[in-house]
């Protein structure tokens, strides 16, 4: 079957870095995408990945290994606002997006 | 990008009524999906939905349950049937726009409430 996990929670410090790590299983395999979502909103794309390797993209990056179906969105320099979901997906062979839970990011002053 | 608006923003209905979502995009697309996302849970996709063919449902859902429509490449609704208090949740559509990133951008959803 199709799936995606990822922590449920993480916590961490305004200013510090944190990793958010999600693994995968497709039929298939068209990209993985980061979505930021707040409380109440709908979610915003973050990154696109489909090739090995890290994708950066100011505070925050997106790196991918196909041969591990695995993945992590990195955060740099953590602002209060960057409290939210984040949410994984992979596309699977017939283009459509398997989505994760979400991870709940609680930064603390 | 796709600036993409859903009405209403939300509703408070009563049991076995329905109520119409309507979402509309700022260009044309192709496919246009249907999300459900309720309290603390990911996405489930509900439906595919192509101009000039009937929509794609997942498994669980029924057309006589979500009925779909798709008249032109900017606009669809969503007709969330003879409702129930399980129907709570919030629905989203999104679009797929073309393009080597396949990303999908999402309306800001529609926060339903069956009591």
């Known amino acids: 079957g199709q799936n995606i996990d990822q922590p449920t929670e993480m916590t961490a410090t305004e200013g510090a870095i944190v990793q958010i790590n999600c693994t995968y299983q497709t039929s298939g395999f068209n990209g993985l995408f980061w979505y930021q979502q707040h409380a109440g909103e709908a979610p915003t794309f973050l990154s696109y990945?489909?090739l090995d390797g890290l994708e950066e993209k100011g505070r925050f990056s997106s790196f991918l290994s196909r041969s591990k179906g695995y993945s992590y969105l990195l955060l740099k320099e953590l602002q209060m606002k960057d409290s939210a979901s984040y949410l994984c997906?992979?596309?699977?062979?017939?283009?459509?997006?398997?989505w994760g839970a979400g991870t709940k990011l609680i930064i603390k002053p | 990008s796709a600036v993409i608006s859903q009405k209403p923003s939300r509703d408070i209905c009563q049991r076995g009524t329905s109520l119409t979502i309507q979402c509309q995009v700022d260009s044309q697309v192709t496919m246009m999906f249907w999300y459900r996302q309720q309290p603390g849970q990911s996405l489930t996709l509900i439906a595919t939905?192509?101009?000039?063919?009937?929509?794609?449902?997942e498994s669980g859902f029924v057309i006589d349950k979500f009925p779909i429509s798709r008249p032109n490449l900017t606009f669809s609704t969503l007709t969330v049937s003879n409702m129930s208090p399980e129907d709570s949740s919030i629905y989203l559509c999104?679009?797929?726009?073309?393009?080597?990133?396949?990303?999908?951008?999402f309306g800001p959803g529609t926060r339903l409430t069956v009591l």
């Open positions: 939905a192509n101009q000039g063919s009937e929509a794609t449902y």
């Open positions: 997906a992979a596309m699977d062979s017939n283009y459509q997006l398997i």
């Open positions: 999104s679009v797929d726009l073309p393009g080597d990133r396949n990303e999908q951008f």
């Open positions: 990945n489909v």
